[in-house]
């Protein structure tokens, strides 16, 4: 058990709806990390936030954003969602900036 | 853009020792180089983290030359466990812009 809990496990939602997918991360971390795997492009790094502020940003669509809130935590929002979208999205969190990230076991996200 | 390039995949036997080499040829200048380890359906697992030359833990040894162009992994005396996808992961800094990028993963197979 890594520490970091992303909520929900799996999500199956049409194209065009929005969502939003939850991390908690581990105690005392201050860094979220948001990725997107899937089968095509592997790993790919979407965002990051430090102690509520974002400190580096990846690939990230324009339909896509993401925030961390005092408690730390952290949220996806995914919105005019695309069968493309597909895909596991995982949270991580590390204690220190760019430092060693501990990752969820993920979202499943499926666009019918 | 920093291209982080990794063997597609790997086969072994139990016993012997494995080393899993990334290349990366832009790594920002002041970033670590990690290594993580991925089964099915979970999110990847911290394996190790270092700057430069050489970093030890209890499960793993990370080489990293002088230019930090490229790190190894070294996995002592292999077991069927370890039967997973390995992936490197670097800091790039193209333009002032900082990202992380990860490697496309090496399928390590151990076999009996």
């Known amino acids: 058990d890594s520490g970091v809990t992303q909520t929900p496990k799996h999500l199956i939602t049409a194209t065009g709806q929005r969502v939003t997918l939850r991390c908690s991360p581990r105690s005392g971390d201050l860094s979220v990390y948001w990725y997107q795997q899937s089968l095509d492009q592997g790993l790919q790094f979407l965002i990051q936030y430090y102690n509520g502020e974002e400190r580096a940003k990846g690939n990230i669509l324009e339909r896509f954003s993401a925030q961390q809130f005092p408690d730390l935590h952290s949220e996806l929002n995914l919105s005019s969602l695309e069968l493309g979208d597909s895909a596991l999205y995982f949270c991580?969190?590390?204690?220190?900036?760019?430092?060693?990230?501990?990752f969820g076991d993920g979202t499943r996200l499926s666009i019918l | 853009l920093a291209k982080t390039t990794q063997p597609i995949s790997m086969d072994s036997y139990e016993g012997q020792e494995v080393n899993i080499t990334c290349s990366h040829n832009?790594?920002?200048?002041?970033?670590?180089i990690t290594w993580y380890q991925q089964f099915p359906s979970q999110g990847p697992r911290f394996i190790i983290q270092?700057?430069?030359t050489k970093v030890t833990n209890e499960v793993a040894s990370l080489f990293i030359p002088a230019d930090r162009k490229s790190s190894t992994l070294s996995l002592p005396r292999v077991s069927l466990s370890d039967t997973a996808v390995y992936y490197c992961l670097v800091g790039d800094m193209w333009r002032s812009s900082y990202k992380l990028i990860f490697g496309s993963g090496t399928r390590l197979l151990v076999r009996p």
């Open positions: 991580a969190s590390s204690a220190e900036d760019r430092g060693a990230q501990h």
């Open positions: 832009n790594i920002a200048t002041n970033d670590y």
């Open positions: 270092g700057y430069k």
